[in-house]
């Protein structure tokens, strides 16, 4: 949930003694299917918000609409900031909706609900290249990493890596992010910044010291360098190319977050960048375009298409 979402959904509640999903999705000028799942994330995440079946049903909050704030336990608290936890593309106008939640909190919550929206980030782009980010799961530790991160508390982790091998090491927890189906820990180790999947963790130790946290570390800036890199090695072919802007969204539908779109390149056409993960399996990609697709660099891929117009001729022919 975008936290502008939630900030508009709880002072609709506060204003009014019921809403309906109908008359959420009105004011926030979207879909009643997203206003239910907002709702209900909203619950889930311990804000006191309640539905009423029936005719005269709705949804409201604990005490008649009245209640404020003030009302939310530690706990609930962290829940609230951590399903409105700020995207890695984060708007001015998204940040400044956090500051004012913030704000509405009594005062011994206000240190743990910033700490909570500098160490988590929400990667809204997925791994996916085509489908849309999916709802994370929730791995067995994910409590026990989001109190850690939040308060500070160095651990140590036990996990068990992509190949089976299970290790214990000490980590210094920095932050959490979501992308995708899965939850990951960034955390500074003996051996440098790691970064882990939650639900390969398979136990969590406080051993009762203070995390150190690097001056001026921010979450979202190494959850970037951290994506790019990653992005980089599984998909390292790179294609430079100009694409027919009429074919822009069949692109961006075939290519996914591989497509990067730059500026225009001549009348009609758009400088791109295509990225794969093997050169004869890209060269196909954008083969299925045709010649509304131009590809300048490299060679290779040049060479390729070459080859495949070649075969599809002599079989066609």
Not at 4 to 33: K, M, P
């Amino acid at each position: 949930m975008r936290a502008d979402r939630l900030v508009a959904i709880l002072n609709l509640l506060q204003v009014r003694s019921q809403v309906t999903a109908l008359e959420v999705a009105d004011e926030l000028e979207g879909s009643e299917r997203t206003a239910r799942r907002d709702l209900e994330a909203l619950g889930q995440a311990g804000v006191p918000v309640y539905s009423l079946q029936g005719r005269n049903g709705g949804w409201r909050l604990a005490g008649g609409g009245k209640t404020d704030l003030s009302g939310l336990t530690a706990e609930e608290t962290r829940a609230l900031f951590l399903v409105a936890g700020p995207s890695s593309a984060a708007s001015p106008a998204v940040r400044a909706a956090v500051r004012k939640l913030v704000r509405a909190l009594p005062e011994p919550f206000r240190e743990a609900a910033d700490a909570t929206t500098e160490r988590v980030v929400v990667d809204r782009s997925g791994w996916d290249t085509r489908s849309p980010n999916r709802q994370p799961r929730t791995p067995p530790f994910l409590d026990e990493m989001q109190r850690c991160v939040i308060e500070g508390r160095q651990v140590s982790l036990g996990y068990v890596a992509r190949d089976g091998a299970s290790t214990t090491r000490i980590v210094e927890p920095l932050g959490l992010a979501s992308k995708g189906a899965h939850w990951y820990l960034v955390a500074s180790t003996e051996a440098g910044m790691r970064t882990f999947r939650v639900d390969r963790v398979s136990s969590v130790e406080e051993t009762g010291a203070t995390a150190t946290r690097p001056d001026g570390f921010d979450l979202s800036d190494a959850w970037q360098l951290i994506t790019d890199k990653v992005d980089d090695m599984r998909t390292p072919v790179v294609a430079n190319a100009s694409i027919n802007a009429e074919l822009l969204q069949v692109a961006k539908w075939i290519f996914g977050t591989r497509l990067r779109i730059g500026p225009p390149s001549s009348p009609g056409w758009i400088s791109v960048e295509v990225r794969g993960a093997h050169l004869r399996a890209l060269a196909g990609e954008i083969a299925g375009l045709g010649n509304n697709v131009v590809v300048h660099d490299p060679a290779q891929i040049r060479a390729a298409l070459r080859e495949i117009g070649e075969e599809l001729v002599s079989a066609y022919s």
